[in-house]
C-alpha cells in the first residue's frame, strides 16, 4: 500500500538514547530539557527570535487568537485544512471568507480590503502547502485598517521567503509538527512571535496562565509539549536536510512528467524556497479527478484530496461562496510524497496518472 504520505522514522535506537536522559531525570512533561533543547536548535536553525513548542498544530492557533484579544471578524482563506476556520469559531470569532489565487492557491490579497467591516479583527491566512502567502499586501493592509495578522504556517517548516524564515512575517506563525509533517515530533507543533512581550503572553497561556509555581500571569490552558515528544523532535532533527533532498528529487521526477500534461500544478511565489511538502496537481473536472484517483486506487495507491471541501461550505459558517476555492477543492488531489517512497513506485503513479487522462 502507497499512502499519501508517511511517517520519517529514525531510527529506534536513537530516540530511545535521547528518551534515556529523560527517564534518567524522571521528567517526561512540564517543559523538560529535551523540549528546551529543541527550541533551542529550531530557534537557531530557522533564525527566529522566539520559539514555543507546543502538544500539536491546532492549540498554537486558539491560542493566538486568545492573546491577540480578537473578537468578531476574523478575515481568513476557505482553502486550508479545517483546523484554520475551526479554530476561528471555537474562539467565538466569525471566519469571514475571502477567495483565493487561482495559481498561488492562497488567500488573495486583492479581495482582502472588499471584506473589511467595522467588525474585523485580524487577518488569519495559510501559507498553502508551503507556498507564501503575498506578505507584502497583507502587512500593508493589516497596518492600513489596525488589524493582526496571523499566519497558519502548518506545512511551512524549513521554508524561508526573501532569504528569512516564513515564520518570521506576521504578528503570529504557527506551525504543526504532525507525524504527517517534514519535521515532526510525532504529535506536536510551534508558535512564533518577533515581539518579545506578545511571545511572553502566548507563552503564559500555552501553560495554564502559570509564572512561576504558585503565581499566575493571566488565563492559560495547557499545550505544552512532552519530552517524549521532544526526543521524537531531537532525533528527527538530524534527518531534515536529508528528508528534504529526498522529497524534491520525487517532486523534481513528478514535475518532469507532469509539465505538458495539462495537469495544473501549483505555482510558488517568487523569492521563496520551498520545502516540497506536498504535491497537489489540479485537474480540469472533478469527473477527471475522480477518474484518476479511482485507477490508483485500484492499484493499492491512495493519493488524498487535499483541501476538500472548501471550508466555506460547513455547516457552522456564514454563507460565503467563494467560487474559485470551492472549483479547486473539487479538482485537486495530493500525490504521494515522502522519504522512501521508490523511484519505481513514483513512475508508476506517473504512468497510472497519464494513462487515465485519455
Known amino acids: ?37 529543541l527550541e533551542e536548535k529550531l530557534k537557531t536553525y530557522l533564525g527566529v527570535p522566539h520559539i514555543i513548542a507546543t502538544t500539536n498544530g491546532t492549540l498554537p492557533l486558539q491560542i493566538a487568537i486568545k492573546a ?26 466569525t471566519p469571514v471568507f475571502v477567495d483565493i489565487h487561482p495559481e498561488y492557491l492562497t488567500i488573495d490579497e ?54 528569512k524564515s516564513i515564520f518570521n512575517y506576521g504578528d503570529v506563525s504557527t506551525c504543526s509538527f504532525h507525524a504527517t509533517k517534514l519535521f515532526h515530533t510525532g504529535e506536536g507543533g510551534a508558535l512564533f512571535a518577533n515581539d518579545k512581550s506578545l511571545h511572553n503572553k502566548l507563552f503564559y497561556h500555552h501553560n495554564f496562565g502559570h509564572n512561576g509555581p504558585e503565581a499566575f500571569c493571566g488565563i492559560g490552558i495547557n499545550a505544552k509539549m512532552s519530552e517524549l515528544q521532544g526526543a521524537m523532535g531531537l532525533a528527527v532533527f538530524s534527518y531534515f536536510e536529508t528528508i528534504l533532498k529526498e522529497r524534491k528529487t520525487i517532486v523534481d521526477t513528478y514535475n518532469e512528467a507532469f509539465i505538458e500534461t495539462g495537469i495544473q500544478l501549483i505555482k510558488l511565489r517568487e523569492n521563496t524556497k520551498w520545502n516540497h511538502s506536498y504535491y497537489p496537481i489540479i485537474f480540469q473536472n472533478e469527473k477527471l479527478l475522480l477518474k484518476v484517483k479511482s ?5 493499492n495507491i491512495f493519493p488524498r484530496r487535499y483541501f476538500y471541501p472548501s471550508l466555506d461550505t460547513l455547516a457552522y459558517v456564514r454563507p460565503n461562496a467563494c467560487l474559485t476555492s470551492q472549483k479547486i477543492a473539487a479538482t485537486i488531489l495530493c500525490l504521494p510524497l515522502y522519504v522512501g517512497l521508490k523511484e519505481i513506485d513514483v513512475h508508476r503513479i506517473i504512468n497510472i496518472v497519464k494513462t487515465s487522462l485519455c
Open 1 to 37: 500500500m502507497i499512502n499519501v504520505t508517511k511517517t520519517f522514522l529514525p531510527p529506534q535506537t536513537e530516540y530511545t538514547a535521547i528518551l534515556k536522559r529523560a527517564w534518567e531525570k524522571g521528567w517526561i512533561t512540564n517543559r523538560g530539557v529535551l523540549v528546551e533543547e
Open 68 to 93: 491577540l484579544g480578537l473578537k468578531s471578524e476574523i478575515i481568513t482563506t476557505p482553502f486550508s485544512y479545517v483546523a484554520t476556520t475551526a479554530s476561528i469559531v471555537w474562539e467565538g470569532c
Open 110 to 163: 486583492s479581495k482582502i480590503e472588499a471584506a473589511i467591516t467595522t467588525n474585523t479583527t485580524a487577518i488569519l491566512a495559510t501559507h498553502v502547502f508551503g507556498n507564501p502567502c503575498h506578505l507584502e499586501a497583507i502587512e500593508t493592509i493589516a497596518k492600513q485598517h489596525n488589524l493582526k495578522v496571523i499566519y497558519d504556517a502548518a506545512h511551512s517548516f524549513g521554508v524561508t521567503y526573501k532569504g
Open 295 to 299: 485507477a490508483l486506487e485500484k492499484a
